[in-house]
Antibody
Framework: QVQLQQSGAELAKPGSSVKISCKAS????????ISWIKQTTGQGLEYIGY????????NYNEKFKGKATLTVDKSSSTAFMQLSSLTPDDSAVYYC?????????WGQGTLVTVSS | DVVMTQTPVSLSVSLGGQTSISCRSS???????????LYWYLQKPGQSPQLLIY???NRFSGVPDRFSGSGSGTDFTLKISRVEPEDLGVYYC????????FGGGTKLELK
């Protein structure tokens, strides 16, 4: 069965970076893009961007350019999102999801907390 | 950005009852390819969102026929009939026609 397994919760200091992983299984990894979505209580769900898992090409929501960097390791069927120059506003649950439209499969979410 | 406005923000319903959620977009969601990329998701407490409806009115695999989606252009509706306990949670609309945006969510609770 299709699964997206995300890495565990992160506690980070302001100004630092974190890298979240999303390991796919149960399907051909390079056949589907991977999208990333941010969820906060205040802002709800926000689309961050996607990565073409075959070519590594990326597309970002303007709001997240410079904040998020999406990469992929085809050999391990894993997508990554690095968040840089963290501020408290980056505290959220981050999800990976398969595809770029109807997200039929989601990871379980990774909680990132930014605090000094 | 296309703004997706959901109403109401919260909804109380009796088990076995019927309800509907509205989603309005600030621009038409008809894509140049003729499709309308409007989706509905349900997020149950403590879980990731799950896909219910794709392209306005198509139920995703395994979604009961108690859920139905309709609409066109900028106005869309999700109807839930014969509400069951597992239907409770927060419903989101989402558009993929323009740069992707979600609605603010509608929380469905028991009356």
């Amino acid at each position: 069965q299709v699964q997206l397994q995300q890495s565990g919760a992160e506690l980070a200091k302001p100004g630092s970076s974190v890298k979240i992983s999303c390991k796919a299984s149960g399907y051909t990894f390079t056949s589907y893009y991977i999208s990333w979505i941010k969820q906060t209580t205040g802002q709800g769900l926000e689309y961050i961007g996607y990565i073409n898992t075959g070519s590594g090409g990326t597309n970002y929501n303007e709001k997240f350019k410079g904040k998020a960097t999406l990469t992929v390791d085809k050999s391990s069927s894993t997508a990554f999102m690095q968040l840089s120059s963290l501020t408290p506003d980056d505290s959220a649950v981050y999800y990976c999801a398969r595809g770029i439209g109807g997200f039929a499969y989601w990871g379980q979410g990774t909680l990132v907390t930014v605090s000094s | 950005d296309v703004v997706m406005t959901q109403t109401p923000v919260s909804l109380s319903v009796s088990l076995g009852g019927q309800t509907s959620i509205s989603c309005r977009s600030s621009q038409s969601l008809v894509h140049s390819d003729g499709n309308t990329y409007l989706y509905w998701y349900l997020q149950k407490p403590g879980q990731s969102p799950q896909l219910l409806i794709y392209k306005v009115s198509n139920r995703f695999s395994g979604v009961p026929d108690r859920f139905s989606g309709s609409g066109s252009g900028t106005d869309f509706t999700l109807k839930i009939s014969r509400v069951e306990p597992e239907d409770l949670g927060v419903y989101y609309c989402y558009q993929g026609t323009h740069y992707r945006t979600f609605g603010g969510g509608t929380k469905l609770e028991l009356k």
